[in-house]
Structure formats: C-alpha cells, structure tokens
C-alpha cells in the first residue's frame, strides 16, 4: 500500500483510525490529501503505530476504556 502511495508522491497518513475493514479488506480512509513527505512516511512515523513501540502501547493505554 505504502508503496504506491510513494510512487505517486501522495503522503500517507498510517495513523490507525485511518483504517476500517470491510469485507474483509483493510481500507485507507483519510480526511486530506497532501504531498509526500519522507518524515511522514511509514518507515519514519507510520511503523510506530503498526508495531508493538512505545508510542502505539501508550496510544492503546490512553484510547482504551
């Protein structure tokens, strides 16, 4: 996914309530479209909410009821 994104020089924003799955399909849902910014892409900011970090166990503990 964040491949293509890449290619076309479209900012990805991997934050995950930018994601739903429906029919059984991970779907990117996001309220804007900016350029690509490699400070922003997965490797440097996304990969902190889609692995076990820190940064996604604190995000997890504070959103968590």
């Known amino acids: 996914m964040c491949a293509s994104k890449y290619t076309m020089s479209i900012k990805f924003d991997y934050f995950p309530t930018n994601f ?3 029919n059984d399909q991970l779907v990117y849902i996001d309220y804007e479209c900016n350029a690509y910014m490699e400070e922003w892409n997965f490797e440097n900011w ?11 166990l604190q995000y997890v503990k504070e959103h968590t009821s």
Not at 49 to 55: E, G, I, L
């Open 46 to 56: 996304g990969i902190q909410y889609w692995s076990k970090t820190k940064a996604f």
């Open 20 to 22: 739903i799955v429906q």
